[in-house]
């Protein structure tokens, strides 16, 4: 299949699911999860910080770690791809998009009711029982970061935690099945920028090829997708994506 199919197809679908991993904020400056850390962070693994055992035998590292990767998000600005997304589902408003990204650049492109299977970083909650939303306040955060106090909440008094996802969570279960169901039901999926490893997100493409659809995959590298995807974009979100949903 060429490009100039895929666009014919995607521009025809009649219910679109786009499905992005961190490779889709890439160019706008939001490192990956599978990218090297850097600054205060150099020597830590993301998939280790990014547990509840790592916030419960270090808050202030893991705090002080969102915190930095909260105010690059603020800094950063949707780049094309991201417009692209939200101008396919301006022309077929049945269009669903499923984001495992904790970053708001589909919103900031315009892109609404977007579906954010691992939380984000702008929706801090309180460990207490039941889990309640904390008002935290803005960190002014050092070029490389630093360890950083979780606030308190003002309810309860518990520590404050980042509004995420972490491995051996569960994922927020009305997001997850709303996803689910529009891959089940979809006619075209285009999977932009994940490495498909991380479960159970990386099952919506592969739900999504199950029950018919033509699964699309924009990534400049190889993935676990490549086998389930009618067609291999091999680029970026931000020069594919364009040429995909043509202004
Ligand atoms: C570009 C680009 C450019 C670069 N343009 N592209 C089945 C099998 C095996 C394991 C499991 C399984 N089911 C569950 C598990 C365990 C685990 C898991 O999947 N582990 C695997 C790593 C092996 N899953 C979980 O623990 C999940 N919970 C769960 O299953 O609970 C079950 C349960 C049941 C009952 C009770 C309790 C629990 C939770 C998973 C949560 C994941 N959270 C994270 C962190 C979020 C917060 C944070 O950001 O800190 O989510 S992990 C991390 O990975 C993050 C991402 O959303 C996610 C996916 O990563 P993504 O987006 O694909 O990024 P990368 O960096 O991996 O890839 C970037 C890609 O972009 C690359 O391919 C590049 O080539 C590409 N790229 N530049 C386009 N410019």
């Known amino acids: 299949?060429?490009?100039?199919?895929?666009?014919?197809?995607?521009?025809?679908?009649?219910?679109?699911?786009?499905?992005?991993?961190?490779?889709?904020s890439a160019e706008s400056g939001v490192p990956t999860f599978r990218d090297d850390l850097t600054?205060?962070?150099?020597?830590?693994?993301?998939?280790?910080?990014?547990?509840?055992?790592?916030f419960h035998a270090d808050p202030d590292l893991v705090w002080g770690w969102y915190e930095w990767r909260r105010s690059r998000a603020l800094q950063a600005l949707p780049n094309a791809g991201h417009h692209s997304v939200a101008a396919l589902a301006a022309r077929i408003?049945?269009?669903?998009?499923?984001?495992?990204?904790?970053?708001?650049?589909?919103?900031?492109?315009?892109?609404?009711?977007v579906l954010h299977l691992h939380g984000s970083l702008f929706a801090p909650r309180c460990i207490g029982t039941p889990p309640h939303p904390a008002v935290f306040p803005d960190a002014d955060e050092p070029e490389e970061g630093r360890r950083l106090a979780p606030p308190r909440?003002?309810?309860?008094?518990?520590?404050?935690r980042p509004g995420v996802v972490w491995f051996g969570e569960q994922l927020p279960e009305d997001a997850l099945s709303a996803a689910v169901e529009a891959a089940a039901n979809c006619d075209v999926l285009l999977t932009v920028g994940t490495s498909g490893v991380?479960?159970?997100?990386?099952?919506?493409?592969?739900?999504?090829?199950?029950?018919?659809?033509?699964v699309?995959?924009?990534?400049?590298?190889?993935?676990?997708?490549?086998?389930?995807?009618?067609?291999?974009?091999?680029?970026?979100?931000?020069?594919?994506?364009?040429?995909?949903?043509?202004?």
């Open 39 to 54: 600054g205060l962070w150099a020597r830590y693994d993301a998939e280790r910080l990014a547990t509840p055992e790592a």
């Open 1 to 24: 299949m060429t490009v100039a199919a895929a666009v014919d197809l995607l521009l025809s679908a009649r219910r679109p699911v786009v499905f992005t991993g961190a490779g889709m």
């Open 216 to 247: 699309i995959q924009v990534n400049p590298d190889p993935t676990p997708l490549d086998a389930v995807s009618t067609l291999n974009l091999r680029g970026t979100a931000a020069t594919i994506l364009p040429q995909l949903v043509p202004a």
């Open 93 to 113: 408003p049945a269009t669903t998009v499923v984001t495992q990204n904790v970053d708001d650049l589909h919103e900031r492109a315009g892109s609404t009711a």
């Open 198 to 214: 991380v479960y159970p997100a990386a099952e919506i493409p592969r739900i999504a090829a199950r029950s018919g659809a033509t």
């Open 153 to 160: 909440c003002v309810s309860c008094g518990a520590l404050v």
